[in-house]
């Protein structure tokens, strides 16, 4: 029904998506006139990006629009992906791919005299997150848009993304502040000021009889919503990700401005703007600090009142709230929608206690990311007690039932109780995020098969006793294929297409159609074609490094690349103590012996931690490392090493491609998954590695004939542990070669060797990631790597089967697991 007027006044004006080259060109100048108010003679790079951007964004108006009416219309079940990080990267590139108008675009954007690299150039990352974690949510959503699956993601619209990275001249890492929202308005979020809820802190909780509980007073702050368009491949689809942004209740407190006291009077809505302000650029470590625990909550509540909200709208009974409703927990930092679920049901909706519990328990599923200790999230109780007092006291309550089907399961066993009650006793005493995020789920899973049987046999072992295997399960990780391939290497894309003889719509939605390349692993002319895509991407990566840094690359090298977070469970130090020893190696090579090496560029990025010490030493040594090896003359044809700075997801789009090996080497059972190994390997990178995380299973699939596999395995990591705390043995008498290294560096050779030792004696001491235990078998994967090489036209072939193999690690087919198995939804289809 139309609203007003004459109908078909209103169908004269409503239009479609731009589809030919006349109407883009003319949507472009539109902007430039109008949105821009700016004229074509003064118009940079910048001012036509932002005209195109928002051309495209009408586009994706009208497709959101569309998908977000027919889904309220057909009231399917939905699910929710609550994610604290989505690391989306660039959107320009990715929204013409998935609708199909790159080529019309480049085409009206040459006409008005400018160059589409050069646009896409323009646009800033939105990195609200810290690695392979957020990365994860951000391919999700790829995939559900894409499978036309109703899904929306949930998270913060941080002001500020994880820092920009900057490396002093002496190799520190220095931080600068991201504020990727500067330079005006961001073309693919749509501001919904009137979606707005108010979130409570502190204040009483009073109980009430029949279990309920008033909560009021403390503080209360607004949460504003803002929608980030997600179109799908080939598809009228466009999911929404809802981020919140946090302010003022009320401008700021009338009264103390009144009195004159202006600090006063600014001060709460300061504290109020400040809980979106920031992401928390620690990746795996946990601190206690509030205003994390405020964000977390901030986050969860205002997406409970909104899905509930929604789902009030159809007007369903409450126990069918799981029939309409699946909430995804990434990792436990939104483990509170659980408490905020159960208080909503019970203190606002007046269900009864067993019956709202139910309800939760048939809603929420939780994946968990990593079993390292340090990630493991835990909350001191007087904190929250302070915090959140309503929430504390249904944790409790939660806790006392559950502990009480625990007795009676395993009675008399007061050891296991403790092991897992939801409260940690200690000083402070600490709610066990982990524990709640598992006995309030329907279901819980890891992210590849290792991990979920660590997940399993460790961290969870007293909770698959009790509530049984059935509920633990694994979902592997995936990656979408459409930003890390077709986006990211689009010749190895339109070689595909070619290929295959299907359209690229086709074969980018089911990734396993790249099995039909395996024959042409033993066509000469095709294996040329592959080797010249990786070559022209290995000079791509060279010139972006010759003007960003003013380097040059010898792009004649083998390019063996390292790219994720710095931490020591990654062992980028292992990375930079085997380049070491190979230059150590060359240094004592005759120049006839030289000849016959293969040169070689190792690339290095990430970020560390900002307050993460030991892997900011790491980085310092690469950087000093390299600063020595690139000056020798003896060696620098046949070694160089890079470290790039400000590692972001537009650097990844740049280096993966390029890559003839990379590295994924973390101590056995560390690594969860790992997803930039999937991400290689669908380039045609050879990938270098432990047995961990999700190299098992590309292993696997690609044949181990293609991976290079070394390091102890998982199950002799504890001992090996236990070796080096009560029976440790000189790193000179278990390894000579490495401490040969550590000499060197303790010497001086890359600078003041005092700076590193708190470094080296991680190793010389405790060698908590066994490095000591690895070196011997990694030199040797190298020297593998090495021969292999040799054989160009094998190498070529390992590549192809590489590529051809990787179908598996989709996001397609993981986000279509999780839709079948974990959340019963199913596509829908906007016409
Ligand atoms: C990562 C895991 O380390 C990685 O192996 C996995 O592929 C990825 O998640 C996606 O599943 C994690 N990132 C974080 C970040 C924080 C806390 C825990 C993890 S686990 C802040």
Not at 192 to 216: C, I, K, M, S
Not at 716 to 743: F, I, S, T, W
């Amino acid at each position: 029904k139309w609203p007003r007027g004459d109908e078909s006044v209103w169908k004269q004006g409503l239009r479609s998506v731009n589809t030919d080259v006349p109407s883009i060109t003319k949507s472009i100048v539109n902007h430039v006139q109008t949105s821009l108010a700016r004229q074509a003679y003064n118009l940079d790079d910048l001012g036509a990006y932002q005209a195109a951007a928002l051309s495209v964004r009408d586009d994706l108006i009208l497709n959101w629009n569309d998908t977000q009416i027919h889904y309220t219309q057909k009231t399917p079940k939905r699910a929710y992906y609550l994610s604290l990080e989505f690391l989306m990267g660039r959107t320009f590139d990715n929204a013409l791919l998935n609708l199909g108008l790159k080529d019309q675009y480049r085409e009206g954007i040459t006409k008005l005299g400018f160059n589409m690299e050069d646009l896409l150039e323009q646009e800033r990352d939105a990195a609200l997150g810290n690695g392979g974690l957020g990365r994860l949510a951000a391919c999700y959503l790829d995939s559900s848009a894409s499978q036309e699956l109703p899904v929306w993601g949930y998270g913060l619209r941080y002001q500020y993304g994880i820092f920009q990275q900057l490396i002093s001249p002496e190799g520190q890492q220095l931080e600068q502040p991201d504020p990727w929202l500067a330079g005006g308005e961001n073309p693919w979020e749509l501001p919904r000021l009137d979606v707005t809820y108010e979130v409570r802190f502190y204040g009483t909780a009073d109980r009430l009889p029949g279990g309920r509980a008033l909560w009021q007073g403390g503080q209360e702050v607004l949460a504003v919503a803002y929608d980030v368009m997600v179109p799908g491949c080939y598809t009228k689809n466009t999911n929404n990700l809802r981020l919140w942004e946090s302010k003022p209740k009320r401008g700021f407190d009338l009264n103390s401005f009144n009195a004159g006291d202006y600090e006063h009077a600014v001060e709460s809505s300061n504290s109020a703007a400040a809980i979106t302000s920031v992401l928390y650029p620690n990746d795996h470590t946990t601190f206690g600090k509030e205003l994390r625990l405020k964000q977390q909550y901030f986050w969860t509540a205002a997406s409970l009142a909104d899905i509930v909200r929604r789902f009030k709208n159809i007007a369903k009974p409450f126990s069918e709230f799981p029939d309409y409703v699946a909430i995804q927990l990434n990792d436990t930092h939104p483990t509170l929608a659980i408490p905020e679920l159960m208080r909503i049901l019970v203190d606002e909706e007046e269900i009864p206690w067993g019956k709202a519990w139910d309800i939760v328990t048939n809603t929420v599923f939780y994946t968990n990311h990593t079993v390292l200790p340090e990630a493991l999230e835990k909350w001191p109780v007087p904190l929250m007690e302070h915090l959140l007092p309503r929430h504390m006291q249904i944790i409790y309550d939660i806790n006392l039932s559950f502990l009480q089907a625990v007795e009676k399961k395993f009675p008399g066993d007061r050891d296991r109780l403790a092991r897992m009650s939801l409260i940690e006793e200690g000083f402070p005493k600490q709610v066990r995020m982990a524990h709640l995020a598992c006995i309030g789920s329907r279901k819980v899973n890891g992210v590849a098969e290792l991990h979920s049987e660590l997940v399993r046999t460790t961290i969870l072992k007293d909770f698959v006793e009790f509530e049984g295997l059935s509920k633990f399960s694994n979902v592997t990780n995936g990656i979408t294929p459409r930003r890390w391939l077709d986006q990211c290497n689009p010749e190895l894309s339109a070689l595909i297409t070619k290929t295959l003889k299907v359209d690229k719509s086709v074969w980018l939605k089911d990734l396993d159609r790249l099995k039909e390349l395996l024959p042409y692993a033993e066509d000469a002319a095709f294996r040329k074609e592959w080797a010249a895509i990786k070559q022209r991407n290995k000079e791509r990566l060279a010139h972006h490094v010759e003007t960003t840094l003013g380097l040059t690359v010898n792009t004649n090298a083998m390019f063996d690349v390292q790219i994720k977070r710095l931490h020591e469970y990654k062992r980028q130090t292992l990375n930079i103590l085997g380049v070491i020893h190979r230059y150590l190696k060359l240094k004592q090579m005759s120049a006839a012996e030289r000849k016959k090496v293969n040169p070689r560029v190792v690339f290095f990025a990430g970020k560390a931690a900002p307050g993460y010490y030991i892997a900011k030493l790491t980085i310092r040594l690469i950087v000093n490392a390299a600063r020595i090896i690139n000056a020798d003359p003896d060696t620098r044809d046949l070694l160089t090493v890079y470290f790039l700075p400000d590692y972001s997801v537009s650097l990844a789009e740049v280096l993966i491609p390029s890559s003839d090996i990379s590295q994924h080497i973390s101590t056995a059972g560390t690594e969860a998954s790992g997803t930039s190994n999937m991400k290689f390997c669908l380039n045609g990178g050879l990938l270098v590695g432990t047995v961990d995380g999700a190299n098992i299973e590309i292993a696997e699939a690609v044949g181990e004939n293609n991976v290079f596999f070394f390091g102890h395995l998982t199950p002799a990591v504890e001992d090996l542990r236990y070796q080096h705390m009560y029976r440790p043995v000189p790193v000179e008498e278990k390894c000579p070669a490495l401490a040969n290294v550590l000499d060197k560096i303790s010497s001086g050779m890359f600078g003041d060797g005092e700076v590193y030792e708190p470094l080296l004696n991680t190793i010389r001491q405790g060698d908590f990631y066994l490095l000591t235990d690895d070196f011997d078998s990694y030199i040797g994967a190298l020297d593998m790597v090495d021969k292999a090489y040799l054989d160009k036209e094998e190498w070529i072939k390992k590549s192809i089967r590489t590529t051809a193999n990787m179908g598996k690690f989709s996001s397609d087919r993981a986000i279509l697991e999780y839709a079948e198995s974990f959340w019963s939804i199913e596509p829908i289809k906007v016409p």
